[in-house]
């Protein structure tokens, strides 16, 4: 989904770098040396990547946890980017409750369910990485995970494309993200939300595509132009 949304805007004459971040995707390393100090480094040298090829006005594009990286990437580039949020994670601790749940439905089998959560933060406390759904995520990463919140960082003058999917007709955004928008705008920053029908993508391991998606990303950017 996300590489046909990147052939999507560029063939509509945006210029588009996709990036596959440390242990993800195509990238090197591993997943348990993934950081999010080497993420922010990734973004950081995309970005100077970019500016070599490409003077048009820079936005950084998250999906989920992604936009708690974009938001927090935000502060440490040269420029203000605007930022599109795609299905946006709000609070990094409880996203990695999720991940935490994940692994103790995997243990179920085995009836060793018991004491779960507190071996994991144990063994994160000891310096060693958690396997969790076939993932092994490092101590530095689920730290400043769960420390993440999708606030406006200070002095943030950009504008924000807040983008949220449900297959419910004349749906609403959920109170608390609501009530984190709202926030973002008595930050003085320009929010445009919008709620949009289309299929949970991201949970699928299948390609599944959110036509009316790309439609509003692609509408939202033109706006800014």
């Not at 006005?57 to 708690?68: I, N, Q, S, V």
């Not at 995970?145 to 449900?166: H, K």
């Not at 699928?204 to 800014?224: C, D, F, Q």
């Amino acid at each position: 989904m996300a590489a046909l949304q990147a052939r999507t805007l560029a063939n509509a004459g945006f210029d588009v770098l996709q990036i596959d971040l440390l242990g993800c995707g195509d990238s090197s390393g591993d997943f348990a040396e993934a950081t999010w100090a080497s993420w922010l480094v990734d973004v950081s040298l995309g970005y100077q990547w970019l500016r070599t090829q490409t003077t048009a006005p820079l936005t950084l594009w998250g999906l989920r946890a992604g936009c708690l990286l974009a938001a927090s990437a935000a502060v440490d580039l040269p420029e203000t980017p605007n930022l599109i949020f795609w299905q946006p994670v709000i609070s990094g601790k409880q996203h990695w409750q999720r991940f935490v749940r994940l692994k103790i439905a995997a243990e179920l089998s085995s009836g060793q369910t018991k004491g779960v959560a507190e071996q994991i933060k144990q063994q994160l406390a000891a310096g060693h990485a958690v396997e969790i759904a076939g993932y092994k995520v490092s101590p530095a990463l689920a730290e400043r995970l769960q420390n993440a919140e999708l606030i406006p960082p200070a002095g943030y003058s950009g504008r924000v494309a807040w983008l949220e999917l449900s297959s419910r007709e004349n749906a609403t955004l959920p109170p608390l993200h609501q009530s984190r928008i709202e926030q973002w705008r008595d930050a003085k920053v320009t929010v445009d939300a919008r709620m949009i029908n289309g299929p949970a993508f991201w949970q699928n391991a299948e390609i599944e595509e959110a036509p009316e998606l790309l439609a509003e990303t692609l509408a939202v950017l033109e706006s800014w132009q």
